[in-house]
């Protein structure tokens, strides 16, 4: 902190404007808005000006900072503000916005849902609502004054929020209300709140804490903006919510893309030029994609006519089931070459293989005529162990009671858009004949012998093994919800989750590696390539000039 002209004092890129009282002081933002490449250098940073601001300010006896964190969902602001009080400790007091949050029990069409029916009838057996609340909730929609998305600005109570916030700065004790989660309802308590002595710093986080309500010519603020892409959000809040909520997957699909994104995009992204700092907190495929569910475990090689012939049958002898035939065309979308850059910081490497990869599946059963639609999360770090291949996966059966068939090509459409930061390449249809494994040893295992449009002329055999560890997630994400404030809790549940996931794991390897061998093949010589990447050669060598 240096004293700069006309009477100043400068705090990074900040500017504190003296008046005759010291006690109005000012925090105002210049011209320039520092940014941050990642969290680690952004909370580092931040603290090395808060601490140097609570230090004047309890010198000099000022009234308390006021530290705002702001940013998309799944952007990674409650793991910044969590750094910020871990290296601050009892020096600041935190909030959350979410605490004034109103209340969600509205499908992303607009309509009640059946869960919502349930909630209403709940809380009026509760004598929290009136039969006329509630017949004013079906008959109009629109009005969200009660009732309206976590994603929707009108849900949070902000004019009481800034009101209590205000009390809380001038020291007053503030009866805040305390959001909690309990399966399909939303419970609020009071608790009465008021900063301790000394302290000099109040911290806040929430998806609208940068709105111009909060910030706007408010005196003694620090603003912040944890920033992404679009991609690394739609993944992150894909993976956090499977976890957290009861919501089927299909539904967190469609509503994140046809709510959560155009939001973002109406009122948050705006409040980004309130930032004094802006924060890129990109998503690592190489760490976070491991919090999906699946695993995903394969070989692929290429075969003769003759050696499907001979395959066929010892799997037949090996107790393996032969599948009705079908038809899968995959639309393959990673993000744009821009957005790429902001969602992995080994971008500047060029390794564009390694990218964050979705595709978007429609399956035809020749048999019966059936179609199905699913989308497909892949880890695009493919790890791979004596030639074996290693993704992270999360599968979402995109129809169900929310989302329709003819809905698809629309949430498509959304996810391509330019806005949206993916990149739609050349589609992957292939005619499958897969064999299944009921029985131990081998049950869980399959093997497929692919034709894939494109390379006309090969058969490719894929030999894997899945699991998907939604139930196990789901019991984990239940006790989040009771105990999600103790960090020693998350942190037992943490480690739960990684030691039953590298078992399976390590189970599953073996069980591969033993089926492939007993098939003939050489585990070290499965084909390195994906049928994406056979089809797209040029297309991922132009993409990798863009993006170094």
């Not at 902000?158 to 004790?173: K, M, S, T, W, Y």
């Not at 107790?319 to 957005?339: H, V, Y």
Request: proline share 4%; aromatic share 8%; glycine share 6%.
């Amino acid at each position: 902190m240096g004293e700069g002209k006309n009477g100043t004092m400068e705090l990074g890129h900040l500017t504190q404007k003296m008046s005759d009282d010291p006690r109005e002081t000012k925090i105002e933002t210049s011209k320039r808005q520092e940014t941050s490449e990642n969290m680690e250098e952004g909370v580092e940073r931040a603290v090395n000006l808060i601490e140097t601001e609570i230090t004047r300010r309890e010198k000099e006896e000022l009234p308390p900072l006021l530290i705002c964190i702001g940013g998309a969902s799944g952007s990674g602001k409650t793991e910044f503000a969590r750094r910020l009080k871990e290296r601050l400790g009892e020096r600041i007091t935190q909030i959350s916005m979410d605490d004034y949050y109103k209340g969600g029990l509205f499908s992303s069409d607009g309509s009640i849902s059946e869960r919502t029916h349930m909630v209403l009838e709940g809380l009026k057996r509760a004598g929290k609502i009136t039969n006329e609340q509630i017949e004013q909730a079906h008959q109009s929609i629109l009005d969200r004054s009660l009732f309206a998305s976590f994603d929707d600005k009108n849900s949070f109570d902000i004019p009481g929020f800034v009101r209590d916030l205000d009390a809380l700065l001038q020291g007053e004790i503030v009866p805040m209300p305390n959001y909690t989660k309990d399966g399909s309802y939303r419970t609020t308590t009071i608790r009465p709140t008021q900063l301790k002595s000394g302290q000099k710093a109040v911290l806040i986080e929430g998806i609208f804490t940068l709105d111009d309500a909060i910030v706007k010519g408010r005196e003694g603020c620090l603003s912040i903006f944890v920033d992404n892409s679009i991609p690394s959000s739609f993944t992150r809040r894909l993976i956090r919510d499977s976890v957290e909520t009861r919501d089927s997957r299909a539904w967190m699909f469609k509503y994140i893309l046809e709510i959560v994104i155009p939001k973002y995009f109406a009122d948050i992204d705006p409040t980004k030029a309130n930032a004094d700092l802006v924060v890129q907190n990109n998503y690592e495929p190489k760490t976070e994609s491991t919090k999906a569910f699946g695993t995903e475990l394969q070989n692929t090689y290429e075969i003769s006519a003759a050696e499907r012939v001979e395959i066929e049958k010892k799997l037949l002898a090996m107790g393996a089931e032969k599948q009705e035939l079908i038809t899968q065309t995959d639309i393959c979308l990673l993000p744009t070459p821009e957005s790429y850059k902001r969602a992995t910081s080994e971008a500047k490497s060029g390794d564009i293989k390694l990218v964050d990869f979705w595709h978007l599946q429609q399956e035809r059963r020749h048999q019966t005529g059936e179609v199905s639609h699913f989308a497909f999360y892949r880890s695009p770090r493919a790890q791979r162990r004596d030639g074996m291949r290693i993704d992270s996966t999360m599968k979402i059966e995109t129809e169900d009671k929310y989302v329709k068939p003819d809905e698809i090509p629309g949430l498509i459409a959304k996810m391509t858009s330019p806005q949206y930061g993916f990149e739609q390449f050349k589609p992957v249809t292939k005619t499958r004949q897969t064999f299944t494994f009921t029985k131990s040893p081998n049950r869980g295992l399959t093997v497929s012998f692919d034709e894939v449009v494109g390379l006309e002329g090969k058969i490719f055999i894929q030999i894997a093994v899945s699991k998907d560890l939604s139930k196990a997630e789901q019991y984990e994400g239940d006790l989040k919800k009771k105990d999600i404030d103790n960090p020693a809790t998350a942190e037992r549940i943490n480690q739960k989750r990684d030691r039953r996931k590298e078992i399976i794991l390590r189970r599953n390897e073996s069980r591969l590696t033993q089926i492939t061998t007993k098939l003939g093949f050489n585990q070290r010589l499965s084909l390195n390539q994906t049928y994406f990447e056979m089809l797209n050669v040029e297309e991922l060598q132009a993409r990798e000039l863009k993006v170094t």
